[in-house]
């Protein structure tokens, strides 16, 4: 009982501290990440001592790792790896490189071992992916030059983590740190990485079909977390790191159509954990030594936060992108990141670093992301005055892919029938629907679709909803329509917002809930038979359009009154009463074929008159007595609305 209590006791100690810092960081506008560092360092045992153990903090955070790790995954899809393209394959490669031969020079140079540099320029080399795409979304740059090429060198060192993961363990032996073992250990553990690889490809997609088609937010969340902590378990038992084993697993399912809802599920699970992770390795730092080696660690984050920007700067540069812009992406990418910190556990634990040279790692670190806000605001400014220009760099390179114009929520009937339409017009759009089977439908007719849960803002922003101009909301429940508006709502978008909704109790709700306009089906049934009758009375049809306008007006205001106004009544009755026109068709075995005019003597009978008759086209007007009539032939009637009537029943010899 005591050791539950305890556990108890140590969670909210560490909850209560990440969620002050993020309270604090939310006040003074700065990024979560920072305050969580420096309020765990305050909190642990180097600080205040409010949290003493460590190891069970450390265990918790290893899932928020696995966690982010798939989270990664999930969006690294083959489609995402073609946008970046030359960022990713180029950019990349070349940072990490010269950043990771550069640290790890310089570490041989201070009398670190070969085996413990390496893990240094392993270290260095990685910036943060979490930190730079919050403070990058926050500035709205992601899509502009220096965010999209900061985006592809992230990708990249999130990539290379993972090989590095496999690395690190076979660092901790022998003398110099290269254990004997190396290049066995390390064929081994891609041996199984590749049987991970292998056995997901197969059974990860299916596994998660299984939980969607069960239609249940709950089953799917349950699922996507169990095939991620699952296979992260299964590539431990292998011998391989469980975020590794995390990573692989959303990478796998980064194509499938289920990779937007995993991910929107799962996110919120991440923040929780991750919190908790930044909040560890902030304990992690010993604060003593920082106040032994004050001249040290600023003087070692400075020189990385210089190393750093110059490289990843030079890398963005040899691509041929102006100046301007290099400078802004290095100085965004100047921190070390957040996978670097899984690098040191996984070298502490393999005995490839520890002691002071382990601290002043993780001191360097956590400043270097401290400082990171301060840069990327400065950026700008210090680019224009180093590059000579205050030129804009969004002019150079690929443009973004065009956003979608249309956003459909739900692909039943309506939602199939306004994609056509779209399509045949060649209006950008884009589908949302959570029923795996839909969203198999559509794929399968080769629709933009996402499988997903459009009340969940995740969703709507990789839907592409901030650029859309219209949202077309056609599901079946609700609840689920109201949240869904209130979501585009949320996010600050500035599309219409049109809705298709079952039953009439529910306009208003959609409305206050942020709807432009709502299309109840009820009330257009009601209007369709309302139509229909009228032509069927021969009505003029611009009356007709004229009164179901008016119907329509305000959202079905007159309507949800109870009752048809007097006016509309009134309006249809005096249209009744006047003359009109109206066009009658003989087809083959009508009575009146064969006849002329005279003989069929229409005027004394009914009381209408023939206008002119229509024949291939051509029209006759105010046709002689002697006009024979043919099949094919329209007579174009005249007369008050009872006599057009009795005029139809004459041309079908009803009396």
Known sequence: ???????????????????????????????????????????????FGWVTELEA????????????????????????????GRWLAVGGPL??????????????????APGAALLVGCVVSVS?????????????????????????????????????????????????????????????????????????RVLLPRLLALAARGRSREAFLLG?????????????????????????????????????????EVVPLRELFASVFFVAIGMLVDLSFVVRHPLATVAATLAVITL??????????????????????????????????????????HGVVSGEPY???????????????????????????????????EAAGPAAPAPPQVLIVGYGANGEILSRILHETSIRYRI???????????????????????????????????????????????????????????????????????????????????????????????IAIYTWALEELHVPRNVIAAQTSVLRGEDYRMLRGGRVPAGVSRAVAEALAAGTTDVFRLTDGCPAIGKDLRELDLRRRSGATVLAVVRDETPFVTPPADFRLEPGDELVLIGAHAEIERAFAVLEAQE
């Open 57 to 84: 903090v450390e265990r918790v955070a290893e899932i928020g790792v696995v966690l982010l790790l798939f989270v990664i995954g999930l969006e690294v899809s083959r489609e995402r790896l073609r946008e970046l």
């Open 128 to 200: 943060s992916t979490a930190l730079v795409l919050k403070l990058y979304g926050d500035r709205d740059d992601l899509d502009s030059l220096h965010g999209r090429a900061a985006l592809g060198i992230l990708l990249f060192q999130d990539l290379v983590v993972v090989p590095m993961m496999v690395v690190v363990p076979a660092l901790g032996g022998g003398a110099n740190g290269i254990g004997a073992g190396f290049l066995g250990r390390l064929a081994a553990g891609l041996a199984a990485l590749g049987l991970a690889v292998l056995l997901g």
């Open 308 to 349: 750093k920007a110059l490289v990843a700067g030079m890398a963005v540069a040899a691509l041929g992108v102006p100046r301007r812009t290099a400078i802004v992406a290095g100085l965004g990418l100047a921190q070390i990141g957040e996978f670097s910190f899984v690098l040191l556990e996984l070298g502490r634990a």
């Open 1 to 47: 009982m005591e050791q539950d209590a305890s556990i108890l006791e140590l969670a909210v100690r560490v909850l209560a501290t990440a969620a002050a810092a993020v309270l604090v960081c939310v006040r003074l506008r700065i990024p979560s990440v920072a305050g969580l560092l420096v309020a765990g360092a305050l909190a642990g045992p180097s600080g």
């Open 432 to 526: 949302v629907d959570a029923d795996a089977e839909r969203v198999k439908r559509a794929l399968a007719a080769g629709e933009p679709v996402i499988f997903g849960d459009a009340t969940r803002p995740e969703i709507l922003a990789h839907a592409g909803v901030a650029h859309v101009r219209l949202a077309v909301i056609a599901i079946s429940d609700p609840r689920a329509v109201i949240n869904v508006v209130r979501s585009i709502r949320r996010l600050g978008t500035q599309a219409k917002i049109l809705v298709r909704t079952r039953r009439l109790r529910e306009v208003e709700s959609i409305e206050r809930a942020g709807a432009d306009r709502v299309v109840a089906e009820e009330y257009e049934s009601a």
């Open 359 to 393: 601290q002043l790692l993780l001191a360097t670190s956590a400043l270097s992301m401290l400082a990171t806000p301060a840069l990327v605001l400065l950026a700008p400014h210090l680019a224009d005055r180093l590059a000579g220009s205050a030129s804009r760099d």
């Open 224 to 264: 996507a977390v169990v095939l991620c902590i699952g296979t992260a378990w299964l590539t431990e038992r292998l011998g391989l790191s469980a975020a590794l084993g995390a990573f692989v697993a959303g990478f796998l399912l980064a194509d499938s159509e289920y990779a937007y809802q995993a991910l929107a």
């Open 95 to 112: 940072q990490v490189g010269i950043t990771a031969a550069a640290a790890a020079g310089a570490a041989v140079a201070a009398g670190v």
